[in-house]
C-alpha cells in the first residue's frame, strides 16, 4: 500500500518527486502480509529502524493510503511476497539510496549502480523492499535500475498507469 508519512522526511520524498515530475501525494510503501485472529492488519515495512512490522490500521485508516488491490496476483505469487517479506526483516535501512534519491530529484545525474546478484539485498528503504519483493514473485513491478532507487512515486505511476489503485488495504 501506499501512504502518506508524516513528518519531515515524508515531506521531503514528496518534494523530491515534485521536482521529479511525478505523483507526489505518496511518501512510503507497506506491503500488506495478514490479518491476525484479532483482527489487526499487519504489514512488512522498511524504515530508517530496518525491516519490521507495522500495525497497518494507522495506513488503512488514513485517507491519502492507496493499494494496488487491481493487480493481478496468483495466491503463490502472494505467499512468495509474504514469505519474502519475513525473510527480509531486520534488514538495515538504506541510508545511500535515500541521499541518491535526493541528489536525483535534483536531475543531477549520477554513475552508480547496484552490485546485484541473486541474493536478498543487505539494505533497503520502503519502495526497495516491495520492488525486490515484487520481482522476485514475478509480479509487474516498477523495475528501475538500480532497484534499490525505486521511490514511492514510481509505484504510484505503475499503479495509476496500469489502473490497479484501489481503497487502502489491498
Known sequence: MLTRSK???????RLGALLGGQLESWSHVAVMHHTDDAGTPWAVEGRPGGVGWVDARKYINDPHTISNVGQPKTGTQRRQVCDGAVHMLGVAYDWEAIGLDAVSATRIRLAWTHNGGDGPPAHVVCSSLADWLYEKAGLTNPAKLPWALTTPADW????FTNGWQGASGG
Not at 513528518?7 to 520524498?13: F, N, Q, S, V, Y
Not at 504510484?156 to 499503479?159: G, I, P, R, S, V
Open 7 to 13: 513528518g519531515w522526511a515524508g515531506k521531503l520524498i
Open 156 to 159: 504510484a505511476e505503475l499503479w
